[in-house]
């Protein structure tokens, strides 16, 4: 899967100020992303807020980016959810969009057998009409934390290319290069892409690409042509910028910048995710300044 690999934005899902997903910032936003060169868009995951969206918010999203970004880069929907069903809804709606792709977490808060996980990933796949799926590990949010065995199990199904790997173990990451030749397989902590793509990632999804897609090309331009050095320090650049997202929180600190880069109309994330403190402001808008003169 080629065309997968790469730079993804892990697109962010704007509001207007009643708090209704707003279709105009979101087309602007899309044309945003691609306008750094960034190979494809990473729709309605952890950073769209999708499990804090009603169904048909997220079957809105779907169309919005895909109307907005087709023919700009790829298209990955992600559709995971609590129950098979929502998810099986979710990946007909990609598929009927023409994605190229859809991803999903596992189904959380219940603790379900690896079995009955199993058989949640295979009727995403059975849903999804064609569409191959990647898997998306993300234990800190999830809660749930496979072991190389079960990833195995699960990589192992048919319709299953790939695996967004949102973890910050290195070792599993380099041990799926090493033991699935050919594997789609994708970093998911911005803060650590060199670490990801140097132990075999090969390429990555990120909330901050929605802001630095530029700094992340240049980095995997760097780690292509064998420069470590010179990638480190680009990626010490954004985790300066990383590191005070971090500290007023990720969701609504990016949006605060987009909104201070003109593309979107309000900071606001969806309750109960947090809007920002008071003290965030001055070093935001020095951030946003810093980029928006790149
Ligand atoms: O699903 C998604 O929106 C992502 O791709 C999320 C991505 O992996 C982000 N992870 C989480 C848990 O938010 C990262 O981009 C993350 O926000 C960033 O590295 C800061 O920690």
Same mark, same amino acid.
Request: net charge negative; proline share 4%.
């Given at each position: ?12 899902? +704007?509001? &207007?100020?009643? #708090? ?18 960034? &190979? #494809? ?11 804090? /969206? ?5 079957? =809105? ?19 995971? *959810? %609590? ?10 709606? !990609? ?10 977490? +596992? +189904? ?10 199993? &058989?949640?990933?295979?009727? %995403? ?14 234990? *800190? ?13 699960? /990589? ?40 990801? $793509?140097?132990?075999?990632? @090969? ?6 690409? @929605? ?8 980095? =995997?331009? $760097?780690? /292509? ?12 650049? !954004?985790?300066?910028? %990383? ?14 910048? /987009? ?7 309000? +900071?606001? !994330? ?10 965030? %402001? ?8 810093? $980029?928006?003169?790149?």
């Amino acid at each position: 899967p080629a065309r997968l690999a790469g730079l993804h934005a892990a697109l962010m899902t +704007p509001y &207007d100020a009643a #708090g209704e997903v707003s279709e105009p910032c979101l087309r602007q936003l899309v044309a945003a992303v691609f306008n750094q060169g960034l &190979d #494809g868009l990473y729709v309605g995951g952890s950073t769209g807020e999708s499990l804090l /969206l009603t169904t048909e918010e997220r079957q =809105r999203v779907f169309r919005v980016a895909a109307e907005e970004g087709k023919g700009c880069g790829a298209l990955i929907g992600h559709v995971g *959810a %609590i129950s098979t069903r929502e998810a099986q809804i979710l990946a007909r709606s !990609c598929a009927a969009l023409g994605y190229d792709a859809v991803s999903a977490i +596992p +189904p959380i808060y219940f603790q379900h057998s690896r079995a009955a996980i199993r &058989d949640y990933y295979a009727a %995403i796949v059975d849903a999804a009409e064609g569409l191959p799926l990647i898997l998306y590990n993300v234990p *800190a949010m999830s809660g749930i934390r496979f072991t190389l065995a079960e990833l195995q199990d699960l /990589l192992g199904l048919p319709g299953v290319v790939g695996i967004k790997q949102t973890t910050n173990d290195m070792y599993q990451m380099e041990q799926l290069h090493r033991g699935f030749p050919g594997l789609l397989l994708l970093n998911g902590f911005d803060e650590m892409l060199l670490a990801g $793509l140097v132990s075999g990632a @090969n390429g990555g999804i990120g909330s901050t690409y @929605n802001v630095m897609g530029q700094r992340y090309r240049e980095l =995997r331009r $760097l780690v /292509l042509a064998g420069d470590t050095a010179g990638a480190l320090a680009v990626q010490s650049r !954004c985790n300066a910028v %990383i590191d005070t997202l971090l500290a007023f929180g990720v969701f609504p600190a990016l949006k605060y910048l /987009l909104f201070r880069l003109g593309i979107i109309r309000t +900071p606001l !994330c969806r309750a109960p995710m947090e809007s920002l403190t008071g003290g965030a %402001i001055d070093r935001l808008d020095a951030i946003a300044a810093e $980029l928006a003169g790149e």
